[in-house]
């Protein structure tokens, strides 16, 4: 439909060429709860205008991956860089290049799609006006402008993530990150969900990291990162995760590395 | 539309921003409070009730003496309008902490703190929000009050204005700082019987306190070094258009101590995450 406002404009920062600074880097980040360890010396880059899906079981860490990420918990040891920001030292540089869906819904039930999504945009600091102009692309892009005063209680799933995915787009961000965002979700709206957020990938140059356990969202050419019990058990382009594996398919390599709990060599 | 400019180097924020933010979290605020009919009428009722019930009742009972500001002997009514209006603060307060953690668990409170800004900022402005709607709260309470014949000079309902401002800040952030420190809904409950019902009767709200101190000097210096007996004593002597430099040096400290405690508490690597992953891990 109508093309988007420019994301990936040429950038030009001195010392940082765009070309090999990834969308987010996660080097050597560890977490505990008290005794419990959460994530154990977790590294793996996403890059800008790509598709990397987080492949992990529930409870591997991939919430925990994402709190760190967005600075909701403090880095314990390790880095998270988006964009070369360190989310430590410069956390507003870096979540401003960030865009975010939690698993839980994060929407205001009883405030319309408009209020959200202006709420959202204020929290940006962009300005009123400018906010209702994205809100009414957005929802444009979405299908849902006819809904755009209806109260956010009355929208189903399916909807309410797609409201979830615009909002986090709002302000512009060049990494996206996505946690298990299609669960609980019928066919049909897993499937709208998953390809618009891949036309995310191609046409806006979006880096995407897409948290998951459902082995068929993932395609040939994403990259993959396999997150078990808190460590990498292995990343890279899919085609090569399943060849060192020496396994068909992403679902018969998810069982024997998991199963093996052996660490493939070779990382980014 | 304006097109994205570079974006890489750290620019920082424009006071322009910080406003767009701060009107932002009011705003959001004040609609999720229209939409809590209950919410505003059970804060008016309870000040109401002492008012009608309680207050008539104990007229008799207690008779005031000629203390500052006031300039002529007054009715019970008149005296404990100010508690009144703090205790809504201090409730408003508690209900805004309240409403954090219960965000917290629906992963609102998400939104908020994944916005750019500085999150003491953040937290100031989810401050002054709860405050904006405990005014609003207390305006309603002081017209039906001046229909029930209270009616403190009018000039008195300007200068409240800062004086509510200032403990409604100190109310929220204290109980921002606690409700920083629990995990459950239900142990709020807890709270209320610990901190707001202590702090309400061992302060200046229902009877002076130098009424307190022929009965129990011990508890005559509790409700000295409670911070709510400033609140009500700053609350009532603007509401006449004076101020009370004790009470505004103890408020504008405690608020101070508390935002601070408030915010330190919140800090991720500080505070909250220590304890384990907040609503649930995936």
């Not at chain 2, 007229?59 to 005296?79: K, M």
Request: hydrophobic share 45%; glycine share 10%.
């Amino acid at each position: 439909m109508t093309s988007p406002a420019p994301i990936t404009e040429p950038r030009e920062t001195p010392g940082l060429d765009p070309a090999t600074v990834p969308a987010l880097s996660i080097d050597g980040v560890s977490h505990s709860y008290g005794p419990r360890r959460a994530l154990m010396d977790v590294s793996f880059n996403v890059q800008p205008a790509s598709f990397t899906a987080l492949l992990g079981l529930n409870g591997a860490g991939k919430s925990t991956l994402f709190s760190l990420i967005t600075r909701l918990f403090g880095i314990q040891s390790g880095r998270v860089g988006i964009f070369g920001h360190d989310i430590s030292k410069t956390p507003g540089e870096a979540l401003r290049l960030l865009g975010v869906v939690f698993q839980p819904r994060t929407l205001d039930l009883d405030l319309s799609l408009t209020q959200n999504l202006l709420y959202h945009a204020a929290l940006h600091g962009i300005s009123r006006r400018e906010a209702a102009a994205r809100s009414g692309e957005l929802l444009g892009r979405i299908g849902l402008s006819e809904r755009a005063a209806s109260k956010v209680r009355d929208l189903s799933g399916g909807q309410m993530r797609r409201l979830e995915i615009a909002r986090a787009l709002l302000h512009r961000p060049r990494l996206l990150l996505l946690d298990e965002p299609t669960v609980g979700l019928d066919v049909k709206a897993r499937a709208d969900i998953i390809s618009h957020v891949r036309q995310l990938v191609t046409e806006q140059g979006i880096g995407v990291l897409w948290a998951t356990h459902l082995f068929d969202e993932i395609m040939p050419g994403d990259d993959l990162v396999v997150l078990h019990q808190g460590k990498v058990l292995a990343q890279g382009p899919m085609s090569r995760v399943i060849a060192e594996a020496g396994a068909q398919d992403v679902n018969t390599a998810f069982m024997r590395l998991t199963g093996a709990q052996t660490v493939p060599g070779g990382g980014a | 539309m304006s097109s994205i400019t570079t974006r890489d180097a750290p620019r920082g924020f424009s006071l322009q921003e910080y406003l767009t933010c701060l009107t932002g979290i009011v705003w959001r605020e004040g609609l999720r409070f229209l939409h809590q009919r209950e919410r505003f009428v059970s804060a008016l009722v309870r000040p109401l009730v002492w008012l009608f019930i309680f207050a008539a009742g104990f007229r008799q009972v207690l008779g005031i003496s000629i203390i500052p500001p006031y300039e002529t002997y007054i009715l019970y009514e008149v005296y404990i309008a100010p508690g009144l209006m703090a205790m809504i603060q201090l409730f408003n307060g508690m209900q805004s902490s309240l409403s954090m953690v219960y965000d917290r668990e629906m992963g609102n409170m998400r939104t908020l703190l994944v916005s750019p800004l500085p999150r003491g900022f953040l937290l100031f402005c989810k401050l002054l929000a709860g405050t904006a709607v405990s005014l609003l709260q207390v305006y309603a309470f002081l017209l039906i009050a001046w229909l029930w014949d209270i009616t403190p000079p009018p000039s008195g309902y300007l200068t409240v204005l800062p004086a509510l401002i200032l403990s409604g800040l100190m109310l929220g952030s204290l109980g921002m700082l606690i409700s920083s420190g629990i995990k459950q809904l239900e142990n709020f409950a807890g709270v209320m019987n610990f901190v707001i019902f202590p702090m309400f009767f061992a302060s200046s709200a229902l009877y002076p306190l130098w009424r307190v101190q022929e009965g129990s000097p011990y508890l005559y210096y509790l409700c000295e070094a409670n911070p709510f007996t400033h609140a009500v004593e700053l609350i009532r002597f603007a509401l006449y258009g004076q101020v009370n430099w004790i009470s505004l040096a103890v408020v504008a400290a405690c608020t101070i101590v508390f935002m601070i405690g408030a915010i330190l508490a919140y800090d991720p690597s500080r505070g909250l995450a220590r304890r384990g992953p907040a609503g649930g891990e995936g």
